[in-house]
């Protein structure tokens, strides 16, 4: 009709940096569309260029990054490829980062700590998103540290699922490994039908990446120990936590982690232990030096991509945790 101008249909776009181009490649095949090509390489002295090799003006983009080693390069390469697209124009924009880099520094322990999560928050909303997507956040308060919506995605349906049919459920007691993952202990006993243990422990604020096991509360003889933690780094904490589980008279010690951090020496440790099998979701890259025989590692892609669809698409992301396939 002459003089009506007609609007133009949004645009899903996906765009990745270099930090995990597999799974980026995996939510893409997802969604059934083309990654943007995009142009990135490091000058001489570390600095980052990003340029997009296509337009993405009016376009609803998705800016896809695993904050993993080295975790500063990446989290500067993903600010930095927010910014040239709201500098390109583009509609709104939404950070997906299946693991929140820094997100252990969620509050002040002693005086005179930074609460670094709140400042990768803030330096996401000063360089132009408008939107964040995470998967198994350290803490749920996290959220509110971001100024906007924030979707919080959550690996234990796929974890679940695996070890739920991988292992005899009458048989299964869950074991949260400290005091703060209990909550999702207790959503995965609902979900498994199983009893709960805890492990007491306490951790020197000196020490990084080391806790002491205190004791196990919860009858664990006999049983397969499922142990939830969302994070495994250095596989210390949760060599120790098995260790005490197998001498409170547990028959076997499975470990599930959302994000497999596995610094070194992770993969000797947990190889060495007495744990029969340790699942983690792709989060982050599994380089070679971290793969090990017990290592079991399940794709979050196809979660990820759903959850970009139901933002993309005005829906809901909660729905995608209402039923599990029991």
């Known amino acids: 009709m002459t003089g009506i101008k007609v609007a133009n249909e949004k645009r899903m776009v996906l765009i990745a940096g270099r930090s995990n181009p597999e799974l980026a490649d995996e939510v893409a095949a997802e969604l059934g569309i083309d990654l943007v ?47 040239a697209l709201k500098r390109a124009s583009a509609k709104r924009i939404t950070v997906v980062m299946p693991f929140y880099g820094y997100a252990r520094q969620d509050k002040k322990h002693r005086g005179r700590e930074p609460i670094t999560s709140r400042l990768i928050a803030d330096l ?15 803490t749920s308060q996290i959220q509110g540290f971001f100024d906007g919506p924030v979707d919080h995605l959550f690996a234990l349906p796929l974890l679940a699922t695996y070890v739920g049919r991988r292992v005899d459920r009458s048989k299964i007691t869950v074991v949260s490994p400290d005091a703060g993952r209990v909550r999702v202990a207790e959503r995965w006993t609902d979900i498994l039908g199983s009893p709960l243990a805890i492990i007491h422990k306490r951790r020197d604020p000196d020490v990084p990446n080391e806790a002491k096991v205190l004791e196990v509360v919860g009858d664990v003889k006999d049983r397969i120990c499922v142990v939830v933690d969302d994070m495994i780094d250095t596989g210390g904490t949760i060599v120790h936590a098995a260790d005490a589980l197998f001498d409170n008279g547990a028959a076997d010690v499975i470990v599930t982690a959302t994000h497999g951090v596995l610094s070194a020496p992770a993969a000797e440790r947990l190889s060495a232990s007495r744990i029969s099998e340790v699942v983690v979701c792709n989060t982050l890259p599994i380089t070679e030096d971290q793969k090990f025989d017990k290592l079991t590692v399940l794709s979050i892609a196809p979660l990820v991509a759903r959850a970009i669809r139901e933002v993309f698409d005005d829906g809901s992301v909660t729905s995608l945790f209402e039923t599990y396939p029991f």
């Open 124 to 138: 996401f909303k000063a360089a132009g998103a408008n939107r964040l997507m995470a998967v198994d956040l350290h």
């Open 37 to 83: 090509p995009t142009s990135a390489y490091d000058f001489a002295n570390g600095e980052i260029f990003v340029r997009f090799e296509e337009s993405v003006r009016g376009c609803d983009v998705f800016v896809l990054q695993s904050h993993t080693t080295p975790v500063n390069k990446w989290i500067m390469e993903q600010l930095i490829m927010v910014d």
